[in-house]
């Protein structure tokens, strides 16, 4: 059973700026990547609820089994991309503060889609809910933000050569089976799934520590040029190779094997295999690369795709109404379905819904939602200034040298105040003395000094007598 998820929000916007200041537009999305995620939605809707009649690819139910396990393996791949977005800043200017902004954001993030994944899975459908994987996907990846794409690519072929098999091996020697449904069978496969982190770590359909080979090749292509059309030409077709030489290696050796050994070598959706999964990972690649032709440098099947890309601009809240819609229908609209009607529905109504909403009212619900909760605090107001001297209303008299700022006040002129300025050094005349070269009044004869002040004596009052 292919159970694919839901991803976050891939474009980056700009955060708020502080009072005082003006706001910073938002980056444009990628559309290419809306595309692409809106695909993997439709891909999807068919794995949970298409009910496939034909067997020629061509037909109109006969590519169905595209969405067996690849849809899900597109989006993590795409929520890799995102963290790119969302890191772009802190990792082009290097900036540790930025850096720990943003990873403080996506613990927030991590947190909100493990207790929606919970909110979800509670309403008793048989897709199994990826959001929990996704928030520990998030965290795992924290450590890898920094690295360039060839480091990333590096570390996700360590990936990819080790923890499908030390996964599959352990499943095996704790359950004695590597199958996803194996935790199912056994009390410790019990015990391990009602913990939170050690199901999504290890066990189901997206264990963690497999699966964190989708997010570094999405994070690394998300640190690529994408605008490119030299780097999307190499995304379709490098991804394409990956796929070809991965998926037909293991069919060679699963066919040639039994037992054990084909369980970790097979391409079966959702075995998660290192064949499989490197071939999921070069079909979401090319697919990625693809999207990104098609919206860059055919402008009609930009507009053309409108729909699409809506669909994937406002995923969470897609996925997340698409599990209720399932809800509502019953199991037996995934386990048997009579008929495509529920998907056709699902389908129109999703796009019809997704466009009006992006047009009208912009980000999706649930994505401006978390947007709202993770965004970062505003930055205090600075202090106000003090300015001196003050603005007057009527005009300065000749020889008027303006207030004096108090000691310790920096001095700061305001715009169009006559104050004269005086040479640094000079001391300013006494009275009866005569006044420095360059100052006001220079080459006068001061007046004389004017009589000190007389203060007059205090008057005599009789004593008080004494008292009594």
């Known amino acids: 059973m292919a159970t694919p998820p839901a991803a976050p929000s891939a474009a980056a916007s700009a955060p708020s700026s502080g009072p005082g200041t003006a706001p910073r537009p938002r980056t444009p999305r990628v559309v290419g990547v809306d595309t692409a995620r809106g695909l993997a939605i439709l891909g999807m809707f068919v794995a949970h609820l298409g009910l496939e009649r034909h067997t020629g690819f061509l037909t109109p139910t006969g590519w169905f089994w595209l969405a067996d396990g690849r849809p899900s393996a597109l989006f993590a791949t795409l929520a890799g991309t995102g963290l790119a977005f969302m890191t772009k800043k802190a990792y082009a200017t290097g900036d540790a503060a930025e850096l720990a902004v943003q990873r403080v954001r996506l613990l927030k993030r991590s947190a909100i889609l493990l207790v929606l994944g919970w909110v979800l899975t509670a309403l008793g459908t048989p897709v199994a809910v990826i959001l929990g994987a996704y928030a520990v996907l998030f965290v795992l990846a924290m450590p890898f933000l920094r690295m360039r794409p060839a480091a990333l690519l590096l570390s996700a072929g360590v990936v990819a050569l080790v923890m499908p098999s030390l996964v599959l091996l352990s499943r095996y020697a704790l359950l004695g089976a590597t199958s996803p449904h194996a935790y199912a069978w056994e009390p410790a496969g019990q015990v391990a799934i009602v913990l939170p982190v050690i199901a999504d770590l290890w066990s189901g359909y997206y264990p963690a520590l497999s699966w964190l080979l989708y997010v570094l090749v999405g994070l690394a292509v998300g640190r690529m040029a994408m605008q490119r059309w030299q780097t999307q030409l190499a995304l379709l077709l490098g991804g394409a190779a990956v796929a070809a030489v991965a998926y037909l290696s293991g069919a060679a050796l699963e066919r040639s094997t039994t037992g054990l050994v084909q369980d970790v070598v097979t391409i079966e959706p959702h075995a998660d295999t290192t064949f499989e999964m490197v071939g999921n990972v070069g079909f979401a690649v090319a697919v990625l690369g693809l999207c990104l032709l098609l919206t860059t440098a055919v402008a009609p099947l930009r507009v053309l795709l409108t729909p699409v890309s809506a669909m994937g601009a406002m995923s969470l809240t ?78 300065a008299q000749p020889g008027y040298q303006g207030p004096q700022p108090p000691s310790g006040t920096p001095y700061r002129p305001t715009p169009g105040y006559p104050v004269q300025q005086h040479p640094v050094g000079s001391p300013p005349a006494q009275p009866g003395q005569p006044v420095p070269p360059g100052w006001p009044g220079a080459g006068q004869q001061p007046g004389p000094a004017a009589p000190p002040r007389q203060t007059p004596p205090a008057p005599a009052y009789p004593p008080s007598p004494p008292p009594r």
């Open 318 to 395: 897609v996925y997340s109404a698409h599990i209720v819609y399932i809800a509502v229908l019953g199991t037996d609209a995934v386990w048997n379905p009579v008929s495509n009607q529920p998907l056709i529905w699902l389908v129109v109504g999703s796009m019809v819904l997704a466009t009006v909403w992006q047009v009208t009212l912009g980000q999706g619900p649930m994505e401006r939602l978390i947007h709202r909760m993770i965004r970062p605090p505003a930055p205090p107001a600075p202090p106000a200034q003090q300015t001196w001297p003050p603005a007057q209303p009527w005009p």
